[in-house]
């Protein structure tokens, strides 16, 4: 590939251009092509957003060095006690010990079974950045766009883009770059069960979003007609939209109709019962749509697969450990339903070829936001991520755990300013890097799916066989 070219490209990424005009390019010059390839064993991968900015310094915790953590966080209550943590020995820490919260006794299972593991300090970032390359922030090099701000860095995790908005996200251009390897397959490469997801958002590829468990894979996408005359109004309905065709927009909202279509037809005559039981969680429900569709992978033709879920409520700016709807009862949905999509492949014979992480935000302050009750937490940067699957390295951390310390080495910012904002030793562009490698994209693709990870020292962080 050529200069002209990859900068193209990295501009493209960047939403340079619009999602709409840049497909056209796209057709035009052949710049993102369809892979002439055989995919081989069926891979999956799955991404478990938590939104709103979940507080990784209550999730995953010091147990040997726990007064680090409580000289800071226990005075205003927002301190776990370490007798309630559920201990860890991750392999890379020579026996020093951590803790998951205690509400993630199900994530504590599947990490000492060594088919967990923890991506430490993760986030956005435009190159590595030091404490006094942030602070000094020469020529704007060392700050992402609109740091700490909620829409921006969902995009920007979503996109591994840090440096501008994205129309993209990376798992979209994974469908882009491998968007033949399915074949004819009546649905789509990408699938969210939480809404149009710009995680899964393509250039030139679909993406398809569906209901969760509450509604049968039969029933997500039904086209109502009954009565009489329902198959001629159905072949007036397909006659109609065969109309101006020649117009891209036009096409392009008949083509999305179509590939329903297809999809409800294949959904609506194959077998999707599963019978790993599933908490009657928002994200319970999710992730066993996400089970049903796996099993359909043979029947479908489906050899590479990528899903979006989502659970929201981790903006904690007060009652973080308190109220009804707190970090802690949030932890306590996420840890069964990770474990109970876990063992559905292994129902279904596939847990080596299913991956599964969390994505959030942003981590949240050391430095805790008021007292008592009403405790939370703000905005901050690097965060923890888990990591799940029978491939996965397990039973380890990854990254590098910050030094806890306010207006410590990892901590932004200095002085009385300083709150516990930890800087990231480890981006989001080599973490989802790591994810595309193991999923099947090919090496002369992951300049244009991730365009800026030659800016970091490593594009594979060896969490994944």
Same mark, same amino acid.
């Not at 390839?37 to 939104?51: D, E, M, P, T």
């Not at 995790?157 to 994205?166: C, G």
């Not at 250039?203 to 969760?212: E, G, H, M």
């Not at 009750?373 to 996965?392: Q, Y």
């Given at each position: 590939?050529?200069?002209?070219?990859?900068?193209?490209?990295?501009?493209?990424?960047? /939403?340079?251009?619009?999602?709409?005009?840049?497909?056209?390019?796209?057709?035009?010059?052949?710049?993102?092509?369809?892979?002439?390839?055989?995919?081989?064993?069926?891979?999956?991968?799955?991404?478990?957003?938590?939104?709103?900015?979940?507080?990784?310094?209550?999730?995953?915790?010091?147990?040997?060095?726990?007064?680090?953590?409580?000289?800071?966080?226990?005075?205003?209550?927002?301190?776990?006690?370490?007798?309630?943590?559920?201990?860890?020995?991750?392999?890379?820490?020579?026996?020093?010990?951590?803790?998951?919260?205690?509400?993630?006794?199900?994530?504590?299972?599947?990490?000492?079974?060594?088919?967990?593991?923890?991506?430490?300090?993760?986030?956005?970032?435009?190159?590595?950045?030091?404490?006094?390359?942030?602070?000094?922030?020469?020529?704007?090099?060392?700050?992402?766009?609109?740091?700490?701000?909620?829409?921006?860095?969902?995009?920007?995790?979503?996109?591994?883009?840090?440096?501008?908005?994205?129309?993209?996200?990376?798992?979209?251009?994974?469908?882009?770059?491998?968007?033949?390897?399915?074949?004819?397959?009546?649905?789509?490469?990408?699938?969210?069960?939480?809404?149009?997801?710009?995680?899964?958002?393509?250039?030139?590829?679909?993406?398809?979003?569906?209901?969760?468990?509450?509604?049968?894979?039969?029933?997500?996408?039904?086209?109502?007609?009954? /009565?009489?005359?329902?198959?001629?109004?159905?072949?007036?309905?397909?006659?109609?939209?065969?109309?101006?065709?020649?117009?891209?927009?036009?096409?392009?909202?008949?083509?999305?109709?179509?590939?329903?279509?297809?999809?409800?037809?294949?959904?609506?005559?194959?077998?999707?019962?599963?019978?790993?039981?599933?908490?009657?969680?928002?994200? /319970?429900?999710?992730?066993?749509?996400?089970?049903?569709?796996?099993?359909?992978?043979?029947?479908?033709?489906?050899?590479?697969?990528?899903?979006?879920?989502?659970?929201?409520?981790?903006?904690?700016?007060?009652?973080?450990?308190?109220?009804?709807?707190?970090?802690?009862?949030?932890?306590?949905?996420?840890?069964?339903?990770?474990?109970?999509?876990?063992?559905?492949?292994?129902?279904?014979?596939?847990?080596?070829?299913?991956?599964?992480?969390?994505?959030?935000?942003?981590?949240?302050?050391?430095?805790?936001?008021?007292?008592?009750?009403?405790?939370?937490?703000?905005?901050?940067?690097?965060?923890?991520?888990?990591?799940?699957?029978?491939?996965?390295?397990?039973?380890?951390?990854?990254?590098?755990?910050?030094?806890?310390?306010?207006?410590?080495?990892?901590?932004?910012?200095?002085?009385?300013?300083?709150?516990?904002?930890?800087?990231?030793?480890?981006?989001?562009?080599?973490?989802?890097?790591?994810?595309?490698?193991?999923?099947?994209?090919?090496?002369?693709?992951?300049?244009?799916?991730?365009?800026?990870?030659?800016?970091?020292?490593?594009?594979?962080?060896?969490?994944?066989?």
């Amino acid at each position: 590939m050529d200069k002209s070219r990859r900068d193209f490209l990295r501009q493209a990424g960047c /939403g340079a251009v619009s999602a709409a005009a840049l497909a056209a390019t796209v057709n035009r010059f052949g710049l993102i092509t369809s892979l002439a390839q055989s995919a081989g064993n069926y891979r999956a991968l799955v991404c478990i957003f938590l939104s709103g900015g979940n507080d990784g310094n209550n999730m995953v915790i010091p147990y040997d060095n726990y007064s680090a953590y409580s000289s800071v966080r226990q005075s205003a209550g927002l301190a776990i006690s370490q007798a309630s943590l559920l201990q860890i020995s991750p392999i890379s820490q020579g026996g020093v010990k951590f803790g998951f919260n205690p509400n993630m006794l199900e994530v504590q299972t599947l990490f000492n079974s060594q088919k967990l593991a923890v991506l430490c300090n993760v986030g956005t970032l435009l190159q590595p950045t030091t404490k006094a390359q942030y602070q000094t922030n020469t020529g704007g090099a060392y700050r992402p766009y609109q740091l700490f701000s909620h829409s921006d860095q969902v995009t920007q995790q979503q996109a591994s883009i840090s440096n501008n908005p994205s129309q993209t996200g990376w798992g979209g251009r994974i469908c882009d770059a491998m968007n033949g390897v399915n074949g004819n397959a009546p649905l789509p490469m990408g699938i969210s069960i939480a809404g149009t997801s710009l995680f899964i958002t393509g250039f030139v590829t679909s993406q398809l979003a569906i209901a969760d468990s509450n509604t049968s894979l039969a029933n997500v996408l039904n086209l109502t007609m009954s /009565g009489t005359g329902t198959t001629a109004r159905r072949t007036a309905y397909d006659q109609i939209r065969a109309f101006d065709n020649q117009f891209l927009l036009i096409k392009r909202t008949s083509d999305t109709v179509t590939q329903a279509l297809t999809a409800d037809d294949a959904l609506s005559t194959t077998n999707s019962t599963i019978s790993t039981v599933f908490p009657n969680t928002s994200i /319970g429900r999710q992730l066993l749509q996400v089970a049903r569709l796996i099993k359909l992978r043979t029947a479908l033709g489906l050899s590479r697969q990528i899903f979006f879920v989502q659970l929201g409520g981790f903006d904690t700016h007060t009652n973080q450990v308190a109220a009804a709807n707190s970090q802690n009862t949030l932890l306590a949905q996420l840890s069964p339903a990770m474990k109970a999509f876990y063992d559905a492949t292994v129902e279904l014979t596939i847990q080596d070829s299913v991956t599964t992480f969390t994505l959030s935000d942003f981590g949240r302050t050391f430095q805790p936001a008021g007292s008592g009750a009403g405790v939370g937490t703000d905005h901050a940067w690097g965060n923890h991520s888990l990591i799940m699957g029978g491939a996965v390295h397990g039973g380890d951390f990854y990254g590098t755990y910050p030094t806890l310390a306010l207006n410590g080495p990892d901590d932004t910012d200095s002085g009385s300013s300083a709150r516990g904002r930890w800087i990231p030793t480890t981006s989001i562009d080599q973490f989802s890097a790591t994810l595309a490698t193991w999923y099947g994209l090919p090496a002369n693709q992951q300049a244009a799916v991730f365009p800026y990870l030659y800016r970091f020292p490593t594009s594979n962080l060896g969490f994944l066989a």
